[in-house]
């Protein structure tokens, strides 16, 4: 009895020899196992794709975020092609790879985590308010009709005091101009808000959908 003394095929492990030549094991793996993880798995990478690559164009310069994106972009496309380009690599050093890909995606969005946060809080309205007395003090009435209590308000140049009043259902007021993005009032029953306005023509407007529609615009001269 002779008992063979053959190498298993150049790249592969003794245990992986013997994995590969288990019919059963591979039906499982390929019929049952791949088929159902592929799909799972390609679902959680690209959400931790968009998740973090979306945090680093989110962050900072576009230029900065451009250069992280290209080198982890590169960096998993060069070791795909690598994966591609030799079938027989090892099993533990193609989850090595696809650990340092991991870790590589999650870096990038920890790098721009801080920038980014930092730079949706600032796209939502810089509105300041202004901190010194008011000049002048203007009523606002919504109306349950939909409307202000007049088309035309007048005001002096400076820091206005906006006393905003509900007369019936709920409504906001904001300003048109874009310099006064994030100034908001919000009724029932009462709100009241400051801001600094120089001479000219203001619009103002209750922003629930709607209601500008309706009506609920008017026209704000500072002299």
Known sequence: MSVSTEAPPEGLSSKE?????????????????????????????AILWILNISRAFLAGSKTTALIIVV???????????????TPRMLTSSK???????FVLVVAAGFVSLGPSEGGEEAGGG?????????????EVDALPTLKF???????????????YISEGGTHNLVFAEPEFAGFELQVPPTDKGKVDLKAGSYTIFCSIPGHRAAGMEATLTIK
């Open 95 to 101: 989850l090595l790879f696809v650990a340092f890909a």
């Open 17 to 45: 020899e013997v994995e590969l030549e288990d019919p059963r094991r591979e039906a499982i793996w390929t019929r049952l196992v791949l088929p159902l993880a592929l799909p799972v798995v390609s679902a959680l990478a």
């Open 149 to 163: 209590q007049a088309d035309t308000f007048e005001s002096k140049v400076g820091i206005n005091e906006i006393n």
């Open 126 to 138: 810089g509105f300041v308010p202004p901190t010194g007395p008011a000049v002048a003090t203007l």
């Open 71 to 85: 080198i982890v972009t590169v960096a998993i496309m060069v070791g795909a092609a690598v994966m591609s380009a």
